[in-house]
């Protein structure tokens, strides 16, 4: 028996529900190619016949080999056909998949008389708010829709009638059948994937200025709100976000003299968009505006030092009433994100391919591949670092296990050397620390504050998204593009 991924299933499970109790059932399969789903429902359906047409001669004769293997031809017709045009009588079932919408679309308005009375079984490879919205201009109603994935790809099937033509608003196109309520399960998963991808494409173009970069922004937010709609997420306050980040790195492994938590901001104001950073700058700032965030989270926190007045005197003074006037608050995750499972350190060795990663507090130290030497640990860290990266040693010097504190920490070099590390990775270092480990032996790299440390905004970011997920809560979560040395 022929077995059909999940793709191909839902297109099968649409056309054998339309064709269930016909007289002579009669289905179509418009670019059949390789002709399995036409083989599958012969198959299984025994009373149906089916058409299978293509463009492609070459394709049509696989299908043709594959149908006479399993003894099939006698109930299937073949045609090497643009379009609709090997249909010459009525069809319980139409069947256009595995192709762009604007084609789909041409092959449905071309050949329109072809399908009276058939339901229209579609599936586009790309734009399918395109293909909703022009179905509904040529009189196709969407009737049901099926969501599966396959080949690490998410797909939507619509099944479709005959109706009077329509305009559809921009949400009915985006959200189909769940603009009229709450996603299913399988529409949640395709919604969460469609609101990853403009996600990243927001954050490509929130520091953009141009008229068609802003547009495009602004279209982009909208269809964002509107998915997170669909999926029936609830309000989520800075409070709960806040909740969110100490559940990913406790509050309670800060330092003493550290500063994390809610900075500034009103506790009980409602968060759908927040952007993920290092540090607030007035670059992060106009990000977050241009995003719509309500919230912005960092690893360095502001007022690190005592402030008696908050004024536009000083740089942070006036980062902070930007931000208020805004009418947005600001977390920190410092030295909690430091030391927490995942957090920076561990984010930092697993970049640099480090294994079986042990330690406490800010200080790391794992394994290496035999043969790693420190030269190359240098390549790698600048190719995943993004930056200069200084070295102190030789380049030949093997390199069996590696040690990392983050940010300005050559200070935990020796905690590192006691978990048996042979070189020494971190974002400032010393010249007596320096020197030191030259004493003991050690290799250093010298990456950069800002290079060591920027990585796990990512990671953040991904955590706190899948976090609120899990909550329901109606939240997306961004993260910054905004280097603040212009590089």
């Known amino acids: 028996m022929i077995r059909l991924d999940e793709r191909l299933g839902a297109i099968a499970g649409m056309v054998m529900a339309c064709t269930a109790g016909c007289d002579a059932p009669r289905a179509a399969d418009i670019g059949c190619d390789h002709g399995y789903l036409t083989a599958y429902l012969l198959e299984r359906c025994p009373s149906l016949r089916m058409l299978a047409s293509d463009v492609s001669a070459p394709s049509l004769e696989k ?133 990853d991808v403009r996600v990243r494409e927001l954050e490509r173009i929130a520091g953009r200025r141009t008229e068609k970069a802003k547009e495009r922004l602004k279209v982009c937010l909208q269809e964002t709100l509107w998915i997170t709609e669909a999926m029936g997420m609830k309000t989520c306050t800075v409070q709960d976000m806040e909740m969110l980040v100490g559940g990913i790195a406790p509050f309670e492994l800060a330092e003493e003299w550290d500063n994390v938590g809610l900075l500034m901001g009103w506790r009980e104001s409602p968060v759908d968009r927040v952007l993920v950073a290092l540090d607030v700058t007035p670059g992060v700032i106009d990000e977050a505006k241009a995003l719509g965030a309500q919230l912005i989270i960092t690893h360095h926190p502001i007022m690190f030092s005592a402030r008696k007045r908050v004024t536009d005197g000083d740089l942070e003074g006036r980062m902070m009433l930007e931000m208020a006037r805004g009418g947005i608050s600001m977390i920190a995750a410092h030295t909690n994100l430091d030391a927490a499972p995942g957090g920076v350190n561990d984010t930092l060795m697993t970049l640099m391919g480090a294994k079986n990663i042990e330690g406490e507090g800010c200080v790391r130290a794992g394994d290496l591949p035999e043969g790693t030497t420190l030269g190359s640990l240098r390549a790698r860290a600048e190719q995943k670092l993004g930056g200069a990266v200084r070295m102190y040693g030789r380049p030949d010097m093997p390199v069996r296990r590696l040690g990392c504190c983050s940010g300005a920490g050559s200070s935990e070099m020796d905690e590192a050397k006691a978990l048996g590390a042979d070189c020494f990775i971190t974002g400032e270092m010393k010249h007596d620390r320096a020197l030191r480990a030259m004493d003991l032996g050690m290799g250093l790299l010298e990456a950069g504050h800002y290079e060591t440390e920027n990585p796990v905004c990512e990671v953040l970011a991904s955590a706190l998204q899948n976090a609120a997920d899990a909550l329901e809560y109606k939240v997306t979560v961004f993260c910054s593009k905004v280097n603040p040395f212009g590089c």
Request: some cysteine; hydrophobic content about 45%.
């Open 63 to 195: 299908a043709r080999k594959l149908l006479a293997s399993k003894h099939l031809l006698e109930r299937a017709e073949l045609a090497v056909a643009d379009g609709l045009a090997a249909i010459g009588e009525p069809m319980n079932a139409v069947v256009i998949a595995g192709m762009g919408a604007q084609t789909i679309l041409s092959i449905v308005e071309n050949g329109r008389e072809k399908l009276r009375g058939a339901k229209l079984i579609v599936q586009a490879n790309v734009d399918t708010a395109v293909l909703r919205a022009g179905l509904a201009r040529l009189g196709f109603a969407v009737e049901c829709e099926a969501y599966t994935q396959a080949g690490g790809r998410l797909y939507v099937t619509m099944q479709a009638c005959e109706a009077q033509p329509r305009a559809l608003t921009e949400r009915e196109a985006l959200l189909g059948t769940a603009a009229q309520g709450a996603a299913g399960e399988g529409q949640r998963d395709y919604f969460a994937w469609q609101r």
